[in-house]
């Protein structure tokens, strides 16, 4: 009996079931994929029923974050590195002078990858990878060329088969009679085409949860100040009190406000916009709820609707100018630029009669000790840990979508992962032309390929007991 020890590549059954449960708690954005949770099988530790998009979604963005904390550190980070190199080729724009660096990093990549793993995982496949920079040079960029538009059409063609035995003549009658009746709908006004689901501009863009809920007036001076602090028509009244405001802040700014515009109006020659004569005015108490709200791509939702739900709407990203200060005494202040992150608790509509405004009402994360970059560039976040509690709102138009991966590793932490809108125009399908998010900020460091140091075998995962084949052994003492 030969044993043979676990090569580095070898996950323990913690490291499996840890793995699997990980991919089985994940909630994604609606449209972001399929539902994770149904392609995980915890009795057997393995992922079924994948589809091509589910392999691209898992490659590119959760395959680096369920692998956090299994695997050795080098094995890890070649993977993660993997997955960097096929995120960064489907991006929608790609930089001509960045594909050098990009063939550079594959190579490097496979490298490490000759180091861990056995020959016969060096398929045909696997060696592709070194030529698909140099195929988006010639070609353009992958998304352009990829075949998922085909195969979702497949499949309607083969959703008109009725008769097994003549497929063909199946399509044609349905492709035809389709046709007809789509070329005839264009003729009625305000026509819905028959069989055709509504379009996902429409769907997107849409609201649910409706209610009339009445909120405490601080709540609602707190919300109306956030209007009047971020509308451009405003900021002439801003300016001019500028140090006003840095004694009396939020306190009474939309009464003085309110009574600056009233005496403007006083006189008969007044410029005042109606958009500021409504503004002046605090809105109604009562304001317009939402479960469901769908603007700029996005579809959110609030946070005790995803508690019952099998997707993850609510978590957000804004990025805001905000005054930073390097000790309490620090007398020249700076204003800059800071990511928020955090998840929405209402989505409200602010009436002021003449019109509304879209607000969410969130729960942010202390950016001090409640947001960190680990080394391979992941975004963590503390969703426990709670930023100013005065200071809650944004408009819905500000927002990115993001959603919470718990991180592998344990603890209160929680990956950041970022999604993309999808812009439709009216008509046309116009996809919005914009980078594909990142899992991570920055690829890791791959200062191991000369290391020698490397284990190559776990010590931490049993190996397995291998027969010797006496059998070949009398053939050749026979010839």
Known sequence: MTFLPAACYTLSRFEKKQFCSTLARVKVPTGYSSNIKSLVQMKDLKLINLKSHDCHTLMQQLLPVAIRGVLPKEVRNTIIRLCYFFNS?????????????????????????????????????????????????????????????????????????????????????????????????????????????????????????????????????????????????????????????????????????????????????????????????????????????????????????????????????????SLHMSTAKDKNPIYANMLYYGVIEDIWELNYTQFKIPVFRCKWVDN??????????????????????????????QAKQVFYVNDPNGGRWSVVLTTKPKLYDRGDVCDNIEETPSFSRGLPESDDIDNEDVAYVREDCDGIYVEEDTTSRKKRKRT
């Not at 028959?194 to 709540?219: A, C, H, L, Q, W």
């Not at 947001?371 to 975004?379: A, C, I, L, Q, Y």
């Not at 503390?382 to 709102?393: H, S, T, V, Y």
């Open 89 to 321: 080729i489907c991006s929608k724009i790609i930089d001509p002078s960045k594909l050098q660096q990009l063939q550079d990093e594959v190579v490097v990549t496979l490298c490490l990858l000759e180091k861990y793993f056995p020959p016969a995982f060096f398929d045909v496949m696997v060696h592709l990878t070194v030529h698909l920079p140099r195929e988006i040079k010639f070609c353009g960029p992958v998304w352009l060329r990829w075949m998922y538009s085909m195969e979702r059409y497949m499949k309607i063609l083969k959703g008109y088969v009725r008769n097994r035995h003549m497929p063909e003549g199946c399509i044609i009658e349905c492709y035809i009679a389709e046709e007809a009746v789509e070329f005839c709908s264009e003729y009625l006004a305000n026509a819905r085409t028959i069989g055709v689901p509504k379009g996902i501009e429409e769907r997107i863009e849409s609201r649910s949860g409706f209610k009339v809920i009445p909120i405490d007036y601080k709540t609602l001076c707190e919300a109306h100040y956030y209007v009047l602090q971020n509308t451009t028509v405003v900021d002439p009244y801003m300016s001019k009190n500028e140090k006003w405001l840095q004694a009396e802040h939020k306190r009474s700014f939309s009464s003085w406000f309110k009574r600056k515009i009233e005496t403007e109006l006083a006189h008969p020659e007044n410029t005042i916009s109606q958009q500021i004569r409504w503004l002046a005015h605090e809105p109604k108490r009562e304001v317009l709820s939402y479960s469901g709200y769908g603007i700029g791509g996005y579809y959110y939702n609030t946070r005790d609707h995803d508690s019952r739900s099998t997707t993850q709407n609510s978590g957000v990203m804004v990025d805001a100018e």
């Open 368 to 397: 001090k000790g409640g947001v960190k970059v680990d080394e391979n560039g992941f975004t963590l976040v503390d969703l426990n840990k709670e930023g100013d509690p005065n200071d809650q709102f944004i408009f819905a138009s």
